[in-house]
């Protein structure tokens, strides 16, 4: 199973406007050029993208999708609501939010503990990160400092 890589969202939020700018399909090259980015860190972003169904990779080649382009033209809380409807289908999010179904909140331990038992990962640290950062993003689910929990935004 997939887990999102690209840990910020407004990375997801360059590529796709870089993409909106050249307005036509783009090879994975000239788009490595485009970019300030490692390889790795591209490839995973055009994964990311992908798996979320805002861009098309066909033989090394880059596109929009609908769903991109109608992210894009979006504003601030458009995006996020967009986002938040196609973050609530994949992993690690729907399991986490049906684990905040049961409970309406959960301490970051036991969110940890979730992660890592549900989606093994060389760097435990990262995939929580990430999740924070988009799920706080996309308005579903909210952190708590104070209290050192994470609930279910309503």
């Known amino acids: ?3 999102l890589e690209t840990e910020n969202v407004g ?3 360059g590529l796709l406007e870089i993409l909106e700018d050249i307005g036509e399909t783009v090879d994975i090259a000239t788009l490595d050029d485009s970019l300030d980015e490692e390889r790795t860190m591209l490839l995973n972003l055009l994964n990311d993208a992908e798996g979320l169904g805002f861009i098309e990779v066909t033989n090394g080649d880059v596109s929009l999708t609908q769903l991109g382009n109608r992210y894009l033209k979006a504003d601030v809380d458009g995006r ?4 938040k409807e ?3 289908k994949i992993e690690p999010f729907n399991s986490v939010l049906s684990s905040l179904n049961e409970k309406e909140e959960m301490n970051m331990e036991d969110l940890q503990n979730l992660i890592s038992e549900m989606f ?3 760097n435990p640290e990262s995939t929580m990160k990430t999740l924070l950062n988009w799920g706080r993003y996309a308005r579903i689910i909210d952190y708590d400092s104070d209290e050192d929990e994470v609930r279910k935004v309503q």
Request: net charge neutral.
């Open 1 to 3: 199973m997939h887990l």
């Open 11 to 13: 990375d997801l939020n």
């Open 80 to 83: 996020k609501k967009i986002l």
């Open 86 to 88: 196609v973050l609530v």
């Open 120 to 122: 093994p990962s060389d």
